[in-house]
């Protein structure tokens, strides 16, 4: 996963990863794999939270399952909103019934301590397909 | 100088009591927390559509009254009327519908609310059986398995699966992850994007609900197999997972919409589903399953508690010599048999929600309608009576969706001349009264 992650974010090649050349039985996901990156491989990439406002309905699924969010806004354990001013890891509020994103810094997708994870609970879980996570 | 509050939203049902927002002495700058919903609520105070003087239709269309006149017209359209109707209240507080009940008692008025065309029904038939509705909190801590039975709660209240499905709980820490969804419904609505891997999605074929139930009643009871093709639609492979979810989980709450309180077979399948609840009740051992009602006005369920507590009965009364009498009626009935000469109108729209023939009828008798914005039965209204918005610029008492009190608060001043519901009810009632 974190191979995969660093491919993303352009910081290694798929050359990169030895049983993917050395192993003929992965060629063929090897072309793939190389065939969808394309040019895009190598080049470095940034994490990017896209919320699209004309979809978003400020449901606030976003900020409640948010596992950083949930760390530090204790509030949203019970299914309540965070409290205000935001704490400075949180991620994701609700404002004037949108949602906003408040600090990439913090994501776990990032690095965090060394515990970079591949998360994707936000955009699974927007029942409005409001929330994109990207690599730009 | 800005500061920041805590209130409550009367946007819809759910009644979210961690909405923060920063006014001034003026107006409210900022909103934190709320959804679409509640943000339109509170659109709705410099809208456009909003009512700013009592008017009345004449030969020449409306006119613009002052306050002491209006009231004495309503006075005098009230009087000359025999049989009139009250209808509404639920997006008023509680105070102002016992108000509302002391002027249907003492005018001798049909008076009844949204709920009778709504979840009224469901509550009705549950309480004959015995069964009870849980409250969000229980559900936030124990609840393992949520079955929205026929309603989209995505778009209905939008903040009420970010409460209970994805929140943490006190005994169930992992949240989302322990708690499963089960969804019925005749198409994939928003609310199916929520759903996740362990989840149940069930597609049903259209008014064949009570098929369902009555095979899972089977079912659960042991020694029956579903049949090789499924029924209505759905899956052997989905029936047999219903039954396990129905028969591992602990604590189970059903969630029943109006697509399951508005099928053909007249109130068969609320019997039906019911029963199941029951069932499932006496054969759990630990745990339990439990309803929880959906209805979309902020205080609807207020009304069924006000109506109860002062008249015996939660909908649909009838008063006659200032005494609530039996009646099968209700108030779509009441319109149909034009049962009626006066239609008193308080914060809905009945002719946009109701069926072209109703409305048609409601129409042809003269309304009076107390109500805080434009709406369709704003245009062909004799009367109107403006209000404040609860829970914005009046404060009162509303019932939540899980029949909680909650206190609205006062945020900011109504514009100048706009009284309360509170207000404008007891002056009728006042004038009623000399």
């Known amino acids: 996963m974190a191979f995969s992650l660093e491919l993303l974010k352009g910081n290694v090649k798929i050359e990169d990863c030895t049983p993917l050349l050395d192993d003929p039985k992965y060629q063929e996901k090897y072309l ?44 949203i354990l019970s299914g309540k909103a965070p409290d205000y001013p935001p704490d400075t890891h949180q991620l994701f509020m609700v404002k004037e019934g949108k949602c906003e994103l408040l600090n990439i810094k913090y994501c776990r997708r990032l690095e965090t301590e060394g515990k970079e994870r591949e998360c ?17 | ?64 009254l002052e306050w002491d006149l209006a009231l004495n017209k309503a006075i005098q359209i009230i009087k000359n009327a025999k049989k009139p109707l009250i209808y509404g209240l639920s997006t008023i507080s509680c105070e102002s519908q016992i108000l509302a009940l002391k002027i ?4 001798d008025a049909f008076i009844d609310s949204n709920s009778t065309i709504c979840q009224g029904k469901f509550l009705n038939i549950a309480s004959e059986m015995g069964i009870t509705t849980t409250t969000l909190t229980e559900i936030i801590n124990k609840s393992d398995l949520i079955i929205l039975w026929g309603t989209n709660i995505v778009e209905s209240i939008p903040r009420l ?23 019925v419904d005749i198409y994939k609505t928003a609310s199916f994007k929520v759903m996740g891997t362990r989840d149940l999605a069930i597609i049903i074929r259209p008014n064949e609900d009570i098929e369902l139930i009555k095979i899972l009643k089977k079912a659960v009871k042991g020694d029956y197999t579903f049949p090789n093709e499924g029924i209505s639609g759905i899956d052997k492979q989905d029936l047999e ?11 189970i709450t059903i969630l029943p919409g109006q ?4 099928q053909k077979t007249n109130g068969d399948a609320i019997k039906e589903l019911l029963e199941l609840v029951n069932l499932l009740n006496n054969i759990k051992n630990n745990g339990r399953i439990s309803l929880l009602m959906v209805g979309g006005h902020y205080n609807m369920v207020g009304f069924e508690h006000m109506a109860l507590s002062e008249t015996g009965k939660n909908q649909s009364i009838q008063f006659k010599n200032g005494e609530s009498i039996k009646s099968d009626d209700n108030i779509i009935s009441k319109i149909q048999k034009e049962d009626f000469d006066l239609s008193i109108i308080i914060g809905t729209d009945p002719i946009s929600h109701f069926p072209l023939e109703i409305s048609k009828i409601l129409s042809s008798k003269p309304i009076i309608l107390i109500d805080n914005k434009k709406s369709g039965t704003f245009l062909i209204a004799t009367l109107i009576l403006p209000t404040s918005i609860t829970g914005i610029e009046n404060k009162g008492l509303a019932f939540r969706l899980d029949h909680v009190p909650i206190q609205l608060k006062k945020i900011i001043e109504p514009p100048s001349l706009i009284q309360s519901d509170y207000e404008l009810l007891q002056k009728i009632l006042d004038r009623l009264n000399k």
Request: net charge positive; hydrophobic share 35%; charged share 30%.
């Open chain 1, 32 to 75: 793939k794999l190389k065939d969808l990156l394309k040019s895009e491989e190598g080049k470095k990439k940034e994490l990017k939270i896209n919320i699209e406002n004309e979809l978003c309905d400020g449901c606030g699924i976003c900020v409640t399952i948010c596992p950083v969010n949930a760390r530090y806004c204790y509030s």
């Open chain 2, 259 to 262: 697509a399951l309180l508005n």
């Open chain 2, 241 to 251: 997972r219903f039954k396990t979810f129905l028969l591992n989980s602990e604590h």
């Open chain 2, 104 to 107: 249907a008692k003492k005018i």
């Open chain 1, 120 to 136: 994707r609970v936000c955009e699974t879980y927007c029942p409005r397909e409001a929330l994109k996570i990207e690599y730009i």
């Open chain 2, 1 to 64: 100088m800005s500061e920041q509050l805590k209130i409550t939203c009367s946007g819809c049902s759910l009644l979210c009591d961690d909405i923060i927002i920063i006014k001034d002495d003026k107006e409210i700058k900022e909103i934190l927390g709320a959804c679409q919903k509640g943000i339109n609520k509170f659109n709705q105070i410099k809208s456009k559509n909003r009512i700013l003087s009592p008017l009345y239709k004449d030969k020449g269309g409306l006119k613009v």
């Open chain 2, 161 to 183: 699966f970010s409460k209970i499905l994805f929140s943490r709980g006190k005994f169930r820490m992992t949240g989302r992850e322990i708690k499963n969804l089960i969804i």
